[in-house]
């Protein structure tokens, strides 16, 4: 397999995506809790915005949440919108299910069955947006 790097014409250092939420409490108890991704980063009241960033220890992209003091509305745009976990098999992805399982969250279907094909399994967070786990890499 071909190790593949950033291109030279684009020199990125770090990747973090963000949304806004009005459930920062529990979509942090989903990211960290459920699927097991690590708390990095919280601040409070910057410019009235609260905050925190969950991903994996020591990588270069992250998920960033935040939450205004005056509302941050962010309803998922469609069931195409998808974070997708690939997992090194399917003990591991079980495992999660698992977890996610205790604190009450069910797989939801997903309009593409290239998903359900492939092992894939969906599950919604605390606003609706769509993690998909699946138990292999596809490349």
Do not use: C, K
């Not at 990125?12 to 529990?26: F, G, H, K, S, Y």
């Not at 092992?119 to 919604?124: R, S, T, Y």
């Amino acid at each position: 397999m071909t190790v593949m790097t950033w291109p030279d014409s684009l020199r990125v250092a770090q990747v973090r995506i963000a949304r806004p939420t009005d459930r920062l409490d529990e979509v942090v108890r989903f990211y960290v809790d459920g699927l097991g991704l690590r708390e990095l980063y919280r601040f409070e009241n910057h410019a009235g915005y609260d905050g925190v960033m969950v991903g994996l220890p020591g990588a270069d992209y992250h998920l960033e949440f935040t939450s205004h003091v005056d509302g941050s509305p962010g309803t998922a745009p469609s069931a195409e919108n998808l974070l997708v976990l690939y997992f090194d098999g399917a003990a591991p992805m079980f495992d999660v299910v698992e977890r996610l399982g205790e604190f009450g969250v069910e797989p939801v279907p997903v309009e593409n069955p290239y998903w359900a094909a492939n092992g894939g399994m969906a599950f919604p967070d605390p606003d609706g947006w769509i993690v998909m786990l699946v138990p292999r890499p596809v490349f």
